[in-house]
């Protein structure tokens, strides 16, 4: 079978020295990789600098990316020529804007009118106390997995914080459908810690629960290769 895998977390940059960045490991992403190498698949990695990898693999590929703009030009040729689709990287949500100081802000009449500006330096002032960052949000990449594969088979994964379990299944289910989504991994930041992970995988009949990084990365690699045998 032909993997993809993407793992670590994006950055957005607000100057060349600045950026928002997801803090993702890469470590789940590692461990499917080497589940799938083991056993003879081929594995492309869509990963960030600094996240952690396999080994070096005859059957393995790694590509590094930054932020989202560069996650989808180097996914969609990807996901078109892919049997599966393992969505574990943590994607920003919001990409900078303009940021100004406060004084600017509160003399600006139209806010609306700040939205279309763009910082021209490289390294953005840093003399005023008080900055503001305009966002915007970033496109969803897994909603547009599908539509460039139809075939292809989805895991995506849903992190909430701090909420009950009720409401993160329930929130799985809905990018499982919204998603068109084969399975998505639902997992609580609140539990997850160094030798722990709490998780449930979701289809759209079943609940599987695991409580590590290595029971997580068993489980998908078990219910993948289920279907695909």
Do not use: C
Request: aromatic letters at 6%.
């Amino acid at each position: 079978m032909k993997i993809l895998i993407t793992s670590g977390g994006t950055s957005e940059s607000i100057d060349s020295v600045r950026s928002i960045t997801n803090h993702s490991t890469g470590r789940l992403g590692k461990k499917m990789a080497d589940l799938f190498l083991n056993k003879g698949d081929h594995v492309t990695l869509v990963t960030t600098a600094a996240a952690v990898k396999p080994n070096k693999h005859k059957n393995l590929s790694i590509l590094e990316v930054t932020n989202v703009e560069s996650l989808i030009e180097t996914l969609e040729p990807l996901v078109k020529e892919h049997d599966i689709f393992i969505h574990s990287m943590a994607v920003s949500d919001y990409t900078p804007v303009y940021m100004t100081d406060v004084k600017t802000l509160e003399h600006t009449k139209n806010m609306e009118t700040l939205l279309h500006h763009k910082n021209t330096e490289s390294k953005i002032s840093s003399k005023a106390d008080y900055q503001v960052l305009f966002l915007k949000k970033t496109p969803k990449v897994i909603s547009l997995v599908k539509k460039w594969n139809p075939n292809i088979t989805l895991i995506g994964f849903k992190l909430l914080v701090k909420t009950n379990k009720e409401e993160l299944l329930n929130t799985a289910r809905e990018s499982l459908h919204n998603n068109q989504a084969d399975y998505v991994l639902a997992n609580d930041l609140a539990q997850i810690s160094h030798d722990k992970h709490i998780a449930y995988l979701l289809d759209k009949h079943h609940v599987f629960k695991a409580q590590t990084k290595s029971e997580i990365a068993q489980l998908i690699f078990e219910k993948v290769r289920t279907n695909h045998d």
